[in-house]
Structures are given as C-alpha cells and as structure tokens.
C-alpha cells in the first residue's frame, strides 16, 4: 500500500487543494481509487466487500476525506499570507459579472462553504480561525472525521 499512497493516490490527487469537484466529477474518483484499492490487494468481484471494509483493509482513509483535508490545510496556508499576497487576492476574487442562467457552476468558495459548515464553522469566521495554527488544525480534523 506504500506504493498505492506514493504513485497513484498523489497523481491522482494532484494539486486538489484547489479543486471544486461536481458530485459527477467525485463520484468518478471515488470509483478510481476503488478499483486501485482493489486491484492492489487483489478483491475480485464476486467478493462481495463494502467501502469502508475496503478502506478498513488498505489502512487508507476515503478519497473525498483525503481532498477535504488536503482543502482546508492549503486554505489555512493562505489565508495566514499577507493581505496583498497574489494567492488570498485569488482566493478571495468576487468576478463581476453575472453567472450563468440554470444550474451555477461550482465555484472554489461554495466548496469552501461546504467543508466549513461540515466542520461546524462559519464562513465568515475562516479568517480569523486560520490565524492560529493550533485552532486551525482542531478544525480541519472536525471537519474530515480524524477527530
């Protein structure tokens, strides 16, 4: 599994810090990362072994669990940079313009939004919990189940 969490999972993940998935685009994923895990420790299919037996098997935990936490440590690293630094500038970019008529598309900040209320913190109070790096990790781990 050394192999697993070296090659695949980091290529797979790269630069997910940034990502705002679409449940479709999650879903694919997760079902990647299974058939990885699987393949690996050699479960065919007519061994019939739930998800979490899987990740319990692997010693490895869940993709969106590995992205959400990836998130959250990379916007706590920026949200503790300067406020001129070009990364928060990014970050905290509002476009002018109008979005789209139907379905909006998911933005960086929505996902944010998610993770925040799934971690049990306010949107409006992510700067000054990233701050402090003792703070900002107890949340992080609320917010991915490491709790």
């Not at 479709?24 to 050699?42: A, M, N, P, S, T």
């Not at 061994?47 to 319990?56: G, S, W």
């Not at 949200?79 to 379905?103: C, F, M, S, T, W």
């Not at 990233?130 to 709790?147: L, M, Y």
Request: with cysteine; hydrophobic share 35%; net charge positive.
């Amino acid at each position: 599994m050394k192999i697993y969490r070296c090659s695949v999972r980091s290529t797979l993940t790269y630069a997910c810090e940034t990502w705002a998935l679409t449940k479709r685009q999650e879903k694919r994923l997760l079902v990647c990362d299974r058939q990885f895990i699987r393949k690996i420790l050699g479960v065919r299919w007519f061994r019939r072994m739930t998800n979490v037996e899987l990740h319990k098997i692997a010693a490895i935990e869940p993709l969106q669990c590995y992205i959400r936490r990836m998130r959250l440590r990379w916007t706590g690293h920026v949200y503790r940079l300067e406020e001129k630094a070009p990364a928060r500038a990014i970050l905290n970019y509002k476009p002018k313009d109008v979005r789209p008529i139907g379905h909006p598309t998911n933005r960086f900040q929505d996902t944010l939004k998610l993770d925040c209320t799934r971690g049990g913190i306010l949107i409006q109070d992510i700067v000054s919990t990233a701050a402090d790096r003792n703070e900002w990790r107890k949340f992080v781990r609320a917010a991915t189940g490491d709790g």
